[in-house]
């Protein structure tokens, strides 16, 4: 849903520029003992915001694909560079993922960061209203 509400939204409009949005994602430590599902979880949506944020544009194209689609291989193949670049993988360590939950994760992460962008222009512009 995520992604479609992003596709609506961007239609004729070009994607928003999240460099000014502090990070969502952020873990300095995890306490001894953390579940590696958790880990995994967090580095995953580390991974789709990284991919988001570089990639703003590619990544709203492949939410305007229908899933296992050839545009949506098209729309994987283009964001290959940036999902390299992002994917946080200490050697020996194995991260798995189907299409899917890449795409999901992709959409959640792009909408949060659409929202924070959207309440940050929001604060903005009412704090220079009062001014």
Request: overall charge negative; charged content about 25%.
């Amino acid at each position: 849903m995520s992604g479609a509400l992003l596709s609506r939204k961007y239609r004729s409009d070009a994607v928003g520029d999240y460099s000014s949005v502090e990070p969502l994602y952020r873990v300095t430590t995890l306490a001894d003992g953390t579940s590696d599902a958790i880990v995994k979880a967090i580095a995953l949506k580390q991974f789709s915001e990284c991919v988001s944020r570089m990639a703003p544009a590619k990544t709203l194209a492949l939410f305007g694909t229908k899933p296992y689609s050839n545009d949506e291989d098209a729309a994987f193949a283009s964001l290959q560079a940036e999902m390299s670049h992002c994917l946080p993988v200490s050697e020996g360590q194995q991260f798995g993922f189907t299409r899917l939950e890449l795409r999901t994760l992709l959409a959640e992460v792009a909408y949060e960061l659409d929202m924070k962008l959207a309440l940050g222009m929001e604060a903005t512009e009412t704090t220079e209203a009062q001014n």
